[in-house]
């Protein structure tokens, strides 16, 4: 009769176990649908089997973006040729990153000779981006792209200027 009773215990505590393991994978996946953005911040490694996880589910992976690894490889400002009051701003940009990332929204500032600020725009991508140029094919990497602003500000007044990709 004891043998009986320690069988099923056995098997409740066998099904108590299985069940509390099936809990936790339930629980670990909704977390993960639920937070991958900031799970894939934080443990970047985990990428990987998350693409796996998302085929099997059909949940969306977040696009990997991080504009500081934008780097400026040429920049020039001059007078507008053919505008009055008008600077005209080039750019060549390089997506260190060894993936494609989303075109980034970039900020110029304009500086008079005190490191005042006197003017400023964020531009979105199709702004800054030539016609041709498909942005939903992203920022490859290392490939460059040229960008050219026409920005309203007199020359005299502009001493420096900064580009920041958002």
């Not at 509390?20 to 977390?31: E, F, N, R």
């Not at 937070?35 to 969306?60: A, I, K, N």
């Not at 007078?79 to 060549?92: D, G, M, Q, T, W």
Request: proline share 6%.
């Amino acid at each position: 009769m004891q043998t009986i009773t320690e069988h099923s215990t056995r098997k409740r505590q066998f099904a108590f176990g299985v069940s509390a393991l099936l809990s936790c994978i339930v629980l670990l996946g909704q977390y993960t649908w639920f937070h991958s953005v900031d799970m894939l911040q934080h443990f970047p490694d985990l990428r990987p089997g998350m693409e796996v996880f998302c085929q099997h589910t059909g949940c969306q992976m977040p696009v990997r973006r991080d504009p500081t690894r934008i780097r400026i490889i040429e920049r020039d400002v001059r007078a507008h040729p053919k505008y009055e009051n008008a600077l005209l701003v080039s750019a060549r940009l390089v997506n260190t990153l060894p993936y494609t990332q989303p075109f980034p929204h970039m900020q110029f500032m304009l500086f008079n000779v005190n490191g005042q600020i006197i003017a400023a725009r964020t531009f979105d991508p199709k702004e800054y981006l030539d016609s041709e140029t498909d942005i939903t094919t992203g920022m490859r990497s290392d490939k460059p792209i040229q960008v050219v602003l026409g920005i309203l500000a007199q020359e005299e007044a502009a001493a420096n200027f900064e580009f920041t990709f958002l």
